[in-house]
């Protein structure tokens, strides 16, 4: 498996695509998170998940603890790997992580169409959390208040420890990552939030007005952090629809 296969993954390819959708999965996350996704965009819209280093089948592999080393790896997959119109999406730390690649991208020429910002406050809005810092049991009790994790992963033991150094890695990343507000990418920006979501308020969510040169636009569901697993339909139609391809999410 080369770099670039190592940091993507392609469930459904699709030759006659005419845009790539770029997906960065949450803390803890990994790339199976955004089949479904794949599924219902293809053949319209390609999605290319991202692997974190550290977890599934990357678990052998040193896990990155910044955003910004992250960004680098992601951002260099990603200049490979597209060779068509290309989007990003992320969810939680994956919309932070979307952030700083498009930086990346668009300091080399690689322009994305747009930033997809999914349940995560803008990159300058900041709050001091640890939840790095917690022994396992809270970090656990973390997990369970956003309702984003497996049931059966509580009830498994051994599946649950194996996982929470990643999660736990990707929580210290999110947490110590810093932006200043002046900090802007060419691409327009959608965000998408839930309504009671405890990580994010409306106000950090409209803070990334401020991160784009372009143009924005807030969507608001009803739900917490993870409100995008109740109104799938509707985030795959507005990605759909913002991406020149409306059908895709019709499949």
Not at 123 to 139: A, I, L, Y
């Amino acid at each position: 498996m080369n770099d670039t296969a190592t940091w993507i993954r392609r469930f459904f390819p699709s030759d006659e695509a005419a845009v790539q959708l770029i997906c960065l999965p949450h803390a803890g996350g990994s790339a199976p998170f955004y089949r479904p996704v794949a599924q219902a965009l293809s053949p319209q819209i390609e999605v290319l998940a991202v692997q974190y280093p550290g977890r599934q089948d990357r678990r052998r592999e040193p896990m990155l603890e910044t955003i910004e080393d992250l960004a680098d790896g992601v951002a260099a997959a990603v200049r490979e790997a597209v060779d068509r119109p290309f989007a990003l999406f992320g969810h939680s730390m994956g919309a932070t992580l979307a952030f700083e690649v498009a930086r990346r991208l668009e300091s080399n020429g690689s322009d994305p169409l747009r930033i997809f910002a999914s349940g995560r406050r803008a990159p300058s809005t900041h709050r001091d959390e640890q939840v790095h810092q917690r022994d396992d049991d809270g970090v656990i009790a973390e997990l369970r208040t956003l309702s984003g994790t497996d049931q059966r992963v509580f009830g498994d033991e051994e599946l649950l420890r194996m996982v929470l150094p990643a999660i736990r890695n990707d929580y210290r990343a999110a947490e110590t990552y810093t932006c200043a507000p002046d900090v802007r990418v060419k691409a327009p920006i959608t965000a998408l939030t839930g309504e009671s979501d405890p990580k994010a308020s409306h106000e950090e969510v409209e803070a990334w007005r401020g991160h784009t040169e372009g143009a924005f636009d807030l969507r608001t569901y009803p739900g917490g952090h993870f409100y995008l697993m109740e109104h799938s339909a509707d985030v795959l139609r507005v990605i759909g629809e913002r991406l020149g391809a409306p059908s895709a999410a019709l499949r």
